[in-house]
């Protein structure tokens, strides 16, 4: 349907377009809105703005190529995204990676984590009408960018993960800037709850708001923060541990209420855990290779490899069909984001139109890994 | 339940059923109408209990379309994977999963989009990512159009 066709309904509903180019949809999302003056019937996602088809693109790539692409789907996420797509070829290729190399996995993914969720902090802010939070965000985010572009050479599109290991090995000054920067972010913490948790108008826009309950989510196929917001225990780290994860200590974060003020305290205690699992390896990293010696060519037997592992946003499923070449039959990429947008119509609907803001701020999506 | 016990328990429910054992996953590989019956009853069945389906999508094999259905259990913590052979390559159509699971709406629409498998009984099925003009389905292993390059 094209835009601005068929603007009031038979039932005297208004329909509005919000996107493709929208601050409050993060990304080029197009939302259709049926609306019964502020009261929202209807919200129908259109997507495919940003739709690159990379699985067709992993078709043609070989088994160490196509793990840069999945950088661009979650660029958030992008260390997790890429030790998804790598644990998936160890699976098929019978290897393992080097403890050194598990450890530096877990280390940057955790870091990761952290910045994504200092960015969502610092745009749910701005979404609901607080301009300080994004500064305050990005001050600490920007230390944890500056690691990984020290370490990986880049501050988004990491692409570090390989087959059997990490690219290379950590910067010397990674455990010392580290250190710095969780002393620092420790220190700043107590600022973020001053600044949004507490805030009556926060509360008041959050709480109560896109209530999401506990079957519903399950049956939505939600994951991440978004899940266990609504009380759902989902945390790949803990259902199905890799890389070492069971060997470290850490509380999967539930909160009951499922509405947005639920999902809001999942990502800020969820913070708190990643400090904690970084403060745990970042002084006993194993000495050793960072990387298996692997063949040049990679050749996985024929055969269905799946792999999942916990994103900033969710459940991320790397689902590989072998017909025993060296790139991939198929390719498909289980992503967080899009089975999280499937329950907004869900949440949206018998709410206010401002409520649809904040209940977008915090599914936290990432509309590349959307539309992939 | 245990591998084992899942297998008798779905012979039970459907004798014509394969099993393969080649993944870390069971395997279960069923003909296309035979997928919304065992589905329903794999739901609802306290002793199976699938409220999760957390992986939708389809494999084309030239010579047939293979649905893939990756199924958990939150309460009793066991997988199963469902493969619904289609035959009909030009034409694939089978049963809608959506009124089981809700997110099987949007996963079934990224399947039309890209593989242009029918779905019956689908409560919205048009074009999720291409234009709604778009001539083709993008996945499909014989896909081309003139902008694609060969290498």
Not at chain 1, 104 to 123: D, K, N, V
Not at chain 1, 145 to 170: H, S, Y
Not at chain 1, 336 to 360: E, R
């Amino acid at each position: 349907m094209l835009l601005g066709e068929d603007q009031i309904t038979e039932d005297g509903e208004f329909v509005i377009n919000i996107g493709p180019q929208h601050p409050s949809t993060h990304g080029v999302l197009h939302l259709k809105v049926w609306l019964d003056g502020e009261t929202i019937k209807k919200v129908q996602p259109h997507l495919g703005y940003i739709h690159r088809s990379i699985e067709k693109m992993c078709e043609s790539l070989s088994y160490r190529q196509f793990i840069f692409a999945t950088s661009r789907m979650d660029y958030l996420s992008a260390h997790m995204n890429n030790t998804a797509c790598a644990l998936t070829v160890e699976k098929g290729l019978g290897i393992e990676a080097t403890p050194r190399a598990k450890a530096i996995r877990i280390l940057l993914s955790e870091l990761t984590r952290l910045s994504s969720h200092q960015l969502w902090w610092g745009s749910i802010g701005l979404d609901l009408g607080a301009v300080t939070p994004f500064f305050h965000a990005f001050r600490e985010r920007e230390m944890i960018n500056d690691i990984l572009e020290e370490t990986c050479g880049a501050r988004l599109t990491q692409n570090f993960m390989v087959p059997g290991g990490v690219m290379t090995d950590l910067h010397p000054n990674f455990q010392k800037r580290t250190h710095e920067m969780l002393k620092n972010l420790k220190a700043k913490l107590h600022e973020y709850d001053d600044l949004l948790t507490g805030n009556v108008i926060f509360e008041n826009r959050t709480k109560g708001v896109g209530v999401l309950s506990k079957e519903d989510a399950v049956s939505y196929g939600c994951t991440g923060p978004v899940a266990r917001g609504s009380g759902v225990s989902c945390d790949v780290r803990k259902w199905f541990p890799y890389d070492g994860y069971e060997q470290l200590q850490f509380e999967e974060v539930l909160e009951e209420d499922g509405d947005c003020y639920a999902r809001y305290m999942v990502r800020m205690r969820e913070m708190k855990q990643s400090i904690h699992l970084i403060e745990q390896l970042i002084d006993n990293i194993p000495e050793g290779d960072f990387q298996t010696k692997t063949k040049n060519v990679l050749k996985l037997p024929k055969g269905e490899f799946y792999q999942r592992v916990e994103t900033a946003r969710g459940e991320l499923g790397v689902y590989l069909v072998s017909d025993g070449a060296s790139t991939p039959y198929r390719i498909h990429f289980r992503s967080p984001n899009f089975c999280n947008l499937s329950a907004l119509n869900h949440m949206a609907k018998g709410g206010k139109i401002g409520d649809l803001v904040a209940i977008m701020a915090t599914l936290d999506l990432v509309i590349p890994d959307v539309d992939r | 339940m245990s591998q084992e016990e899942l297998k008798t328990k779905i012979t039970e429910l459907l004798p014509s059923a394969i099993f393969e054992e080649s993944s870390e996953f069971l395997q279960l590989i069923l003909d296309a109408p035979d997928l919304l019956p065992l589905m329903t009853e794999l739901r609802s069945d306290t002793q199976t209990d699938f409220d999760y389906l957390f992986n939708l999508t389809c494999v084309d094999w030239k010579d047939h379309m293979m649905m893939v259905y990756h199924l958990f259990s939150k309460t009793l913590k066991h997988t199963l994977v469902v493969k619904a052979k289609i035959s009909d390559r030009e034409q694939p159509e089978i049963e809608s999963l959506s009124e089981i699971w809700k997110t099987a709406e949007l996963q079934e629409r990224e399947v039309f989009d890209l593989f242009g498998v029918n779905f019956l009984h689908h409560p919205d099925l048009r074009r999720l990512f291409m234009e709604e003009d778009w001539k083709g389905f993008p996945l499909r292993k014989d896909y081309t159009d003139e902008n694609m390059i060969q290498l």
